[in-house]
């Protein structure tokens, strides 16, 4: 490879490409339940309408007299371009050969489930499952930047029971472990900067593997009386280590760089990779207004500081997928509001603002920006025991501009998402 075409060091970069313009900053998800969705998950640690309050405050389970479970799928429906182009040579002049993906991010479902039972008058436990982060990012194999074409996928899924405890009419206390499952594929071609006898389908870095990390949550929440209230809950940083297998075509034995990729000529050998994900800290309020109207409101801080760079490992090689992140922490805040319009429906809405983290190192890797989130919903009570949501946001990301191996980028990332969530109490 010469002049200005991508260096192999640059092979782990896309990560985080696909929920950092598809979702919430950096490649956090936050799409928990259609009822959130439908307010922009403002007030979500304390509401506590359905039982998909699990997902955000485990004190909140102190609110329910029976039992109560919660289904919900979401739709992720993004609009992520990325465009550029490169020189051939050293100083030469641009080729016409563009840089430009217009389709980058795939649509994904994302599933949630949710169990809560009251023990007595002062215990409750509970059982979540969801997502907290997660990603997908799909360029051509002959995309020009070869080192950062092919697949980049991320599935995380947190096994959460939880145990709550009612103190007294005001003060509620929650506590959970936190199991979380990752499953995750980083695959690189060369592109057209594909050196002979190399075609651009070609594999110069492929690592995949499964693993496990695991963590604690905590909350509280205080009641002031039925109609104001407020919640606070903690989330802990999580290390997740992948195993799994690591191939490139590259002839076995090449180290292309400092930071790989090494060549292993298409055979698998085991590959390591620990991906840092970080703490979420959660304050929420909820005030009814009046029999018809209610406001609610969330601020989220996200430690996304713990998300320095991506390494991926072999036990002969040492390194061979190396990419600098340098993440800070980021924020989101959001405002909304709900309408109960008579004892059958409620009507909800609302607007939220996400803080990138990637200011410090913006990158092709991740094409993070700031953006804002519209949403709006409704809950129809089939009976006293059944209830459906439905919700729907858009996410307006802003246009960004980074400079990556001395090539100039623009991207930018809207997003359209929809769910749907079903709960039953007994």
Same mark, same amino acid.
């Given at each position: 490879?010469?002049?200005?075409?991508?260096?192999?060091?640059?092979?782990?970069a896309?990560?985080?490409?696909?929920?950092?313009?598809?979702?919430?900053?950096?490649?956090?998800?936050?799409?928990?339940?259609?009822t959130?969705?439908?307010r922009?998950?403002?007030?979500e640690?304390?509401?506590a309408?359905?039982a998909s309050?699990?997902?955000?405050?485990?004190a909140?389970?102190?609110?329910?007299?029976?039992i109560s479970?919660s289904?919900?799928?979401?739709?992720?429906a993004?609009?992520?371009?990325?465009?550029?182009?490169?020189?051939?040579?050293?100083?030469?002049?641009?080729?016409n050969?563009?840089? &430009?993906?217009?389709?980058?991010?795939? $649509?994904a479902p994302?599933?949630?489930g949710?169990?809560?039972?009251?023990?007595?008058d002062?215990w409750?436990?509970?059982?979540?499952?969801f997502?907290?982060f997660?990603?997908?990012? !799909?360029?051509?194999?002959?995309?020009?930047a070869?080192?950062?074409?092919?697949e980049t996928?991320?599935?995380?899924v947190?096994f959460n029971?939880?145990?709550?405890?009612?103190?007294n009419?005001?003060?509620?206390?929650g506590?959970?472990?936190?199991?979380?499952?990752?499953?995750?594929?980083?695959k690189r071609n060369?592109?057209v900067?594909?050196?002979d006898?190399?075609?651009?389908s070609?594999?110069?870095?492929?690592?995949?593997?499964?693993?496990?990390g695991f963590?604690?949550?905590?909350?509280l929440?205080?009641?002031?009386?039925?109609?104001?209230?407020?919640?606070?809950?903690?989330r802990?940083k999580?290390d997740?280590?992948?195993?799994?297998?690591?191939?490139?075509?590259?002839?076995e034995?090449l180290? +292309?760089?400092?930071?790989?990729?090494? $060549?292993?000529s298409g055979?698998?050998?085991?590959?390591?990779?620990t991906?840092?994900?970080?703490?979420?800290?959660?304050?929420?309020g909820?005030h009814?207004?009046n029999?018809?109207f209610?406001v609610?409101?969330s601020?989220m801080?996200?430690?996304?500081?713990t998300f320095q !760079?991506?390494r991926g &490992?072999?036990? /002969?090689y040492?390194?061979?997928?190396q990419?600098d992140e340098?993440f800070?922490n980021?924020?989101r805040v959001?405002v909304?509001?709900t309408?109960?319009m008579?004892p059958k429906? !409620?009507?909800?809405?609302?607007?939220?603002?996400?803080?990138?983290p990637?200011?410090?190192?913006p990158s092709?890797?991740i094409p993070?920006?700031?953006?804002w989130n519209?949403? +709006?919903?409704a809950?129809y009570?089939w009976?006293?025991?059944?209830?459906?949501?439905?919700?729907?946001?858009?996410?307006?990301?802003?246009k960004?501009a980074?400079?990556? /191996?001395?090539i100039p980028?623009?991207?930018?990332?809207?997003?359209?998402?929809?769910s749907?969530?079903?709960?039953?109490?007994?």
């Amino acid at each position: 490879m010469t002049g200005r075409m991508f260096r192999p060091s640059v092979v782990g970069a896309a990560i985080a490409l696909a929920a950092s313009q598809a979702h919430s900053a950096g490649f956090q998800l936050v799409e928990h339940s259609a009822t959130g969705a439908g307010r922009v998950f403002a007030g979500e640690a304390v509401i506590a309408d359905n039982a998909s309050v699990l997902a955000r405050n485990p004190a909140a389970m102190a609110r329910f007299d029976r039992i109560s479970a919660s289904g919900a799928l979401t739709y992720i429906a993004p609009d992520v371009y990325v465009r550029g182009n490169y020189a051939t040579d050293p100083g030469g002049p641009v080729n016409n050969a563009s840089l &430009t993906n217009n389709d980058v991010v795939p $649509g994904a479902p994302v599933p949630a489930g949710y169990f809560i039972q009251p023990l007595n008058d002062k215990w409750a436990w509970g059982f979540a499952m969801f997502s907290n982060f997660g990603l997908a990012s !799909e360029f051509p194999a002959d995309y020009p930047a070869g080192a950062l074409a092919g697949e980049t996928h991320l599935i995380t899924v947190n096994f959460n029971p939880n145990v709550s405890y009612r103190i007294n009419e005001q003060w509620s206390v929650g506590a959970g472990f936190n199991a979380v499952y990752g499953d995750a594929e980083l695959k690189r071609n060369f592109g057209v900067a594909a050196p002979d006898p190399y075609s651009p389908s070609n594999v110069s870095a492929s690592l995949k593997g499964d693993g496990w990390g695991f963590g604690w949550n905590i909350g509280l929440m205080w009641e002031l009386n039925e109609d104001h209230r407020f919640g606070l809950a903690y989330r802990s940083k999580i290390d997740v280590d992948f195993e799994g297998d690591y191939y490139s075509d590259l002839p076995e034995g090449l180290i +292309a760089g400092p930071n790989g990729p090494a $060549g292993t000529s298409g055979q698998n050998i085991p590959g390591e990779l620990t991906l840092n994900l970080p703490d979420m800290l959660e304050f929420s309020g909820y005030h009814r207004l009046n029999e018809k109207f209610a406001v609610h409101y969330s601020y989220m801080w996200i430690g996304w500081s713990t998300f320095q !760079e991506i390494r991926g &490992t072999t036990e /002969e090689y040492g390194t061979v997928l190396q990419k600098d992140e340098k993440f800070s922490n980021s924020y989101r805040v959001g405002v909304g509001g709900t309408w109960y319009m008579n004892p059958k429906w !409620e009507l909800r809405a609302g607007v939220s603002f996400d803080r990138t983290p990637s200011r410090t190192l913006p990158s092709i890797s991740i094409p993070d920006n700031n953006r804002w989130n519209y949403g +709006a919903g409704a809950t129809y009570h089939w009976s006293d025991h059944q209830s459906f949501d439905a919700g729907f946001f858009f996410i307006h990301g802003k246009k960004g501009a980074f400079v990556e /191996e001395e090539i100039p980028f623009t991207s930018k990332g809207n997003a359209y998402v929809i769910s749907m969530q079903y709960n039953h109490s007994f």
